[in-house]
Nanobody, 122 residues
Framework: VQLQASGGGLVQAGGSLRLSCVASGYTFRNYDMGWFRQAPGKEREFVAAITWNGGSRYYADSVKGRFTISRDNAKNTVYLRMDSLEPEDTAVYYC????????????????WGQGTLVTVSS
């Protein structure tokens, strides 16, 4: 299993980015997916999750209304659209394959990508 995340970069506060995570080595369309982030010196935290068919989406309170998770099963890709970015959003963002339980728990994800760095300047 491989998860290749991309799309991070440096952006000013109020700006936007779209992260992508391309999956391979398993049947992508059968699994819910999630995005997490980890800021320097902090634990990895839940950002968003999406069910296998995109029918349901879940967000952390801190990003609700600003971030949008989506997926394209034909492309084996999950996306995270981030708008109205704030300096507090600065972190390495990771995608993961959900295996069951609660979406916000890192222990319920079997595989992780290498992460992509998002830096938001004030």
């Amino acid at each position: 299993v491989q998860l290749q995340a991309s799309g991070g970069g440096l952006v000013q506060a109020g700006g936007s980015l779209r992260l992508s995570c391309v999956a391979s080595g398993y049947t992508f369309r059968n699994y819910d997916m999630g995005w997490f982030r980890q800021a320097p010196g902090k634990e990895r935290e839940f950002v968003a999750a999406i069910t296998w068919n995109g029918g349901s989406r879940y967000y952390a309170d801190s990003v609700k209304g600003r971030f949008t998770i989506s997926r394209d099963n034909a492309k084996n890709t999950v996306y995270l659209r981030m708008d109205s970015l704030e300096p507090e959003d600065t972190a390495v963002y990771y995608c993961g394959v959900f295996t069951g339980g609660r979406y916000y728990s890192t222990g319920n994800y079997a595989y992780w990508g290498q992460g992509t760095l998002v830096t938001v300047s004030s």
